[in-house]
Nanobody, 118 residues
């Protein structure tokens, strides 16, 4: 089955850390740019970070610069989002999005909930 699967979400206290994973199943991720988005109910989906197919960092949202790090391991078909110094404003459902570098297809994961609360 062709899909993206996010994992690693959960409940964490303010100031804590989480590492999200986005793994592809049924296709190789090495030809895809990958973005992490997040969404709070009632708000638009927000781009958090992006990484090129070869590992070049494409962008970070201003709100996460210096705290979040995106990386990838193409041998494992996985993209990571390391999130440090989390605060309650980071609470959201985090989604992974993979876009083929030639624009021929794209995939979305089902999302993983991140809750930052004491």
């Amino acid at each position: 089955q062709v899909q993206l699967v996010e994992s690693g979400g959960g409940l964490v206290q303010p100031g804590g850390s989480l590492r999200l994973s986005c793994a592809s199943s049924g296709f190789s991720l090495d030809m895809y740019r990958v973005n992490w988005y997040r969404q709070v109910p009632g708000n638009e989906r927000e781009l958090v970070a992006g990484i090129g197919s070869g590992g070049a960092i494409l962008n970070y949202a201003d709100s996460v610069k210096g705290r979040f790090t995106i990386s990838r391991d193409n041998a494992k078909n996985t993209v990571y989002l390391q999130m440090n110094s989390l605060n309650p404003e980071d609470t959201a459902v985090y989604y992974c999005n993979a876009n083929h570098k030639w624009g021929i297809r794209a995939y979305w994961g089902q999302g993983t909930q991140v809750t930052v609360s004491s």
